[in-house]
């Protein structure tokens, strides 16, 4: 896991989603290829119904990982111009929040 962000998880479970519909939708050209020899007017009509479905699917997987993107980098952004206009802030925040952590830890382990 990315500590510095505390993504790492969220990344690896999106990742792995996008690699299960990546693969789903590979599947589905396959079918598709292996169908394209059967002609008939009703396999023609569902053939080309899939493949503007697949086309659909494929933008729209890549418009959300682009929109992903620019929102992550745009948090990015903010956080950053946070911190360097309240730095002071930002310290004494890390600092309760590590106390308390510190504190649940040690009485957990006792």
């Known amino acids: 896991m ?5 993504t790492g998880d969220t990344r ?5 989603h ?3 519909l990546t693969d789903f939708l590979d599947d589905v050209e396959d079918l598709t290829r292996a169908i394209k020899n059967v ?6 009509r569902v053939r ?19 929109q992903v993107r620019v929102q992550a980098k745009q948090m990015s952004q903010r956080t950053d111009g946070y911190v360097r206009d309240n730095p002071w802030q930002v310290v004494g925040v890390a600092a309760v929040v ?5 504190m649940l830890m040690t009485r957990r382990s006792d």
Do not use: H, M, Q
């Open 18 to 20: 996008n690699g299960n």
């Open 12 to 16: 690896d479970l999106r990742n792995a």
């Open 98 to 102: 590590g106390l308390v952590l510190g």
């Open 39 to 44: 002609e008939t007017p009703e396999i023609a």
């Open 2 to 6: 990315d500590t510095a962000t505390g």
């Open 48 to 66: 080309a119904k899939v493949r503007i479905a697949l086309a659909a699917a494929k933008s729209a997987l890549s418009d959300s990982a682009a």
